[in-house]
């Protein structure tokens, strides 16, 4: 059975069998009683489009529970983060052992790039792996 990552949302727009929820991600230290004062807490806004056949009984302010599998949340952190980080190291390690420092950089930079541009175009593929639901 796997757990379920979740977080509290508002409906910003509802359209035929989607629902576009803004969510609020807030640092660890955003909750510290002291963050106003040091400056480092953080929050982003954040949108997604999430099909649900609940789309008809939401309306535009409500607030709902957005959910993920944790094991989707756990590749989305794999694929975005883990992957290009190993594509960095043995990139790196290796055009230095062909070429200078300089030219080893630019074509690991190079190689990390061209990771995320074809994750880039592979995201309508991969959106059908993150499926995220709602509960009101």
């Known amino acids: 059975m ?9 409906v910003i727009a509802v359209e035929q069998g989607k629902v576009r929820v803004q969510i609020v991600s807030v640092s660890a230290c955003a909750s510290c009683q002291a963050h106003s004062r040091c400056g480092f807490a953080e ?3 954040k949108e997604l489009e999430i099909e649900t ?3 008809s009984e939401l309306k535009v302010g409500d607030t709902v529970q957005v959910q993920i ?3 989707k949340g756990m590749l989305a ?3 975005a983060y883990l ?4 594509i960095l190291l043995t990139g790196l390690v290796g055009f230095l052992q062909l070429m200078g420092e300089l030219r080893a950089v630019l074509f690991t930079l190079l190689v990390v790039a061209l990771y995320y541009i074809v994750l880039y175009f592979c995201r309508h593929r991969l959106q059908n ?4 639901t709602i509960e009101k």
């Open 43 to 45: 929050s982003k806004e």
């Open 53 to 55: 056949p609940l789309w």
């Open 2 to 10: 796997s757990h379920i990552a979740s977080h509290q949302g508002t």
């Open 83 to 86: 992957v290009p980080s190993v």
């Open 129 to 132: 792996k993150f499926t995220f």
């Open 69 to 71: 599998s944790e094991s």
């Open 77 to 79: 952190v794999v694929l």
